[in-house]
């Protein structure tokens, strides 16, 4: 008769906690694991991801400066979907601002 080991228990589950992550590297885009979301704490102005995606304000208050003299203020849980070719430089109007991008 052939004695087995017991099974190893499945790894436990992670969160990650998305405000810490940005704030690890402040000033600069973070990419979450597996994927081409980004992250980060905004520290002054700040160019954005180029490409079309979403914008979400996790925390504080932003200003998404956009072309021909356009603009939109994001307040938390708030967002905005850059279209393709769309440049955008995010600025903070309160501290610790946290922006997520999500790409199309």
Not at 20 to 49: E, F, H, K, M, N
Not at 53 to 64: F, I, S, T
Not at 67 to 86: D, H, I, K, W
């Amino acid at each position: 008769m052939t004695v087995r080991p017991p099974a190893a228990p499945p790894a436990v589950p992670q969160a990650l906690h998305l405000s810490r992550l940005a704030q690890g590297a402040p000033g600069q885009w973070v990419a979450l694991p597996g994927g081409g979301v980004r992250i980060t704490a905004l520290v002054g102005s700040q160019a954005g991801v180029p490409g079309p995606g979403w914008v979400v304000c996790l925390g504080g208050e932003a200003v998404v400066d956009l072309p021909l003299n356009n603009f939109v203020r994001l307040r938390a849980t708030e967002s905005y979907r850059v279209p393709p070719g769309e440049a955008w430089t995010a600025l903070p109007v309160k501290a610790a601002t946290v922006l997520l991008f999500i790409p199309d």
